[in-house]
């Protein structure tokens, strides 16, 4: 089993920059593949990006692709997303989530076990 606690929300203005960090308890982080999805009001919960157990692989939605990065540090049991040139339509609750058969291509909700709390992220325009 494995706890994540995403940290990094915030506000921004449009066109701004922020960094979102999901730390995970265990030792086994290494063995799952990570996941962001968001949530805006009203919508359903969306695949964001995802990477894969070593850290060498990724997988992006089109709508932040050449925007965001996700990028992980299994010795710090940590992954991070950082989101530049932010638009108001990126607005909405940040989720990590862990996948533990390391399915990093996948997009959608099904297969991730674990999930953090959830951090807010609004931009302004």
């Known amino acids: 089993q494995v706890q994540l606690v995403e940290s990094g929300g915030g506000l921004v203005q449009a066109g701004g920059s922020l960094r979102l960090s999901c730390a995970a308890s265990g030792r086994t982080f290494s063995s799952y593949a990570m996941g962001w999805f968001r949530q805006a009001p009203g919508k359903e919960r969306e695949f964001v990006g995802a990477i894969s157990r070593s850290g060498d692989s990724t997988n992006y939605a089109d709508s932040v692709k050449g925007r965001f990065t996700i990028s992980r540090d299994n010795a710090k049991n940590t992954v991070y997303l950082q989101m530049n040139s932010l638009k108001p339509e990126d607005t909405a609750v940040y989720y990590c989530?862990?996948?533990?058969?390391?399915?990093?291509?996948?997009?959608?909700?099904?297969?991730?076990?674990?999930w953090g709390q959830g951090t807010q992220v609004t931009v302004s325009s």
């Open positions: 989530a862990a996948e533990p058969l390391g399915m990093w291509r996948a997009t959608t909700r099904n297969g991730y076990h674990y």
